[in-house]
């Protein structure tokens, strides 16, 4: 397994972990999409690059960028999404350290059911691995 990959499943793995998204976190879109219920998350792997720092021989430090994609249904889709982003963003903030910075968030909602409220949150996380390893 990668190192990114590894990155990835210690988000996920955080997210599980909060009441509030009752288990309804993947890395799946099928899956994601199949959830009955809100709010849930889908994790997306955007990017990984050379972060520009150096590094002691032999390693590299990297920048992966996650986008999470969170949905949650309510009167005003968007306070649905508010309500349950929070408690989201300090489970990632944490999982990942201090090498965890907040990009670009977008918000939208779902053409066809008009109640689910989407909001995109990208995520830089800065992590070292072997150089020259996947």
């Given at each position: ?45 955007v ?9 002691p021989?032999?390693l ?65 996380l ?9």
């Amino acid at each position: 397994m990668s190192n990114m990959n590894e990155q990835a499943r210690q988000v996920e793995q955080a997210l599980l972990g909060l009441a509030a998204l009752g288990g309804r976190v993947t890395r799946s879109l099928e899956k994601g999409f199949s959830y009955e219920t809100s709010p849930w998350v889908v994790l997306h792997q955007v990017a990984d690059n050379p972060a520009e720092q150096p590094a002691p021989l032999g390693l590299e430090y990297r920048v992966l960028t996650l986008e999470l994609e969170l949905g949650a249904e309510g009167d005003v889709p968007h306070d649905a999404v508010e309500q349950v982003l929070p408690a989201v963003h300090a489970a990632i903030r944490q999982a990942c350290g201090p090498g965890c910075r907040t990009g670009a968030i977008q918000w939208g909602y779902d053409d066809e059911n008009p109640a689910l409220g989407i909001a995109r949150v990208q995520y830089q996380l800065l992590y070292r691995r072997q150089e020259g390893q996947l």
